[in-house]
């Protein structure tokens, strides 16, 4: 009985995990709908609030989910418009950022002329090269990670149109997770999607708070180092803390060069990356793990292999929805028997697993002779 027990235990979690395969694989072949179809429930949910508020003051359910969508689209294209308003009013003074750049690169040139022996226009050669290399990779990736222009105009309208069906049909997509998982009980159920939504919009709203904390952490940075358009490069970098645990470094390389190109020391640049580096450090070890970390428990080893099979299943898209996605996926792992163990691997690690003599604690938990320590 034992044997055929631990049998049947095997055959569903091979089960299980040949499902997982099989619903990558699905999601990789349909990523044109299903890429968007997340950012549309991400969205749906981080409205759902809004939508709320509306219908509380007797608005019906329509006009409740239209207004969230107008108000997320106003927010969002005010946004975008600040940034390309921003690049085209740097653009304007390009051509005087530019001499500057030329004047940096030709002093480089001669130190390491003199430095090394090698000649000038060696170094020229090699940067051209270099240079064109990157000219030409930097399209395939833009394409790659963003698509199409008729991709992302299809994006623009077809996320706010998801996000008004979600929000619209939300009960009636709630039953259908009752009628899909009939032979569950039906309180479980709903716990589970309680559970997803708390999670998601706590890593959402967590996300945002943090976001707007490190902008204007990341702007004093900026306008004390007397750094122009400090409100731009802050907010930017921020922003690119969609893409966690690299995005602020990254932001850190645009204000850095920027202050290489106006000002009239170095140290000004290294300043503007050091800051960077105390805003992230106070964002990773204090931000996040008091806003964000108790409620979206991911172990950082799993967030970043999260990160790794989001960016080879849909590319930038993947970086972005890594993290949520695998937040949910331990609600799921923890609520199905036989994927408990991934949820439990997913999850952050209890204290005792840290401790001096966790492996004896362990032990004695499981009920493991001392002998076989």
Do not use: C
């Amino acid at each position: 009985m034992i044997r055929l027990s631990e049998n049947s235990r095997s055959i569903n979690l091979a089960a299980s995990l040949l499902s997982l395969v099989l619903i990558i694989a699905l999601l990789y072949a349909m990523q044109s709908v299903v890429v968007p179809l997340m950012f549309s429930i991400l969205l749906a949910i981080s409205l759902f609030p809004v939508t709320r508020f509306f219908e509380k003051y007797k608005i019906n359910r329509v006009t409740a989910s239209l207004l969230s969508v107008i108000i997320a689209i106003i927010l969002i294209g005010f946004l975008v418009w600040f940034i390309i308003h921003q690049v085209i009013v740097i653009g304007a003074n390009g051509s005087d950022i530019q001499v500057r750049f030329v004047h940096i690169l030709e002093t480089i040139q001669k130190w390491v002329t003199v430095r090394f022996g090698v000649e000038e226009g060696e170094i020229t050669k090699q940067i051209t090269a270099f240079s064109n290399k990157v000219v030409g990779n930097a399209g395939m990736i833009i394409s790659t990670a963003f698509g199409s222009v008729g991709g992302i105009l299809a994006g623009v309208i077809i996320v706010p149109l998801f996000t008004f069906f979600l929000l619209y049909y939300r009960d009636f997509f709630r039953e259908f997770f009752f009628h899909a998982f009939a032979s569950a009980s039906k309180e479980l159920v709903s716990q589970v999607l309680d559970k997803i939504y708390y999670v998601v919009q706590s890593y959402l709203v967590g996300l945002v708070t943090v976001m707007g904390i490190v902008a204007i952490l990341n702007t004093v940075g900026l306008l004390v180092l007397g750094i122009p358009y400090a409100w731009f490069f802050g907010i930017l970098a921020s922003l690119l803390m969609l893409l966690p645990y690299i995005g602020i470094a990254i932001g850190s390389v645009l204000p850095a060069l920027f202050a290489l190109a106006t000002k009239d020391s170095a140290w000004y640049a290294l300043g503007v990356v050091a800051w960077f580096q105390v805003v992230q450090f106070l964002e990773g070890n204090f931000l996040t793990p008091n806003i964000v970390g108790g409620k979206v428990s991911i172990n950082p080893l799993m967030a970043l292999v999260g990160l790794l099979l989001g960016g080879m299943l849909f590319g930038l898209a993947g970086l972005i929805l890594a993290i949520p996605i695998t937040a949910v996926l331990k609600v799921v792992f923890d609520a199905v028997p036989s994927m408990k163990a991934f949820g439990f691997l997913i999850g952050e690690p209890e204290q005792y697993h840290l401790k001096r003599y966790s492996a004896k604690i362990i032990m004695k938990r499981w009920k493991i002779p001392a002998k076989d320590i």
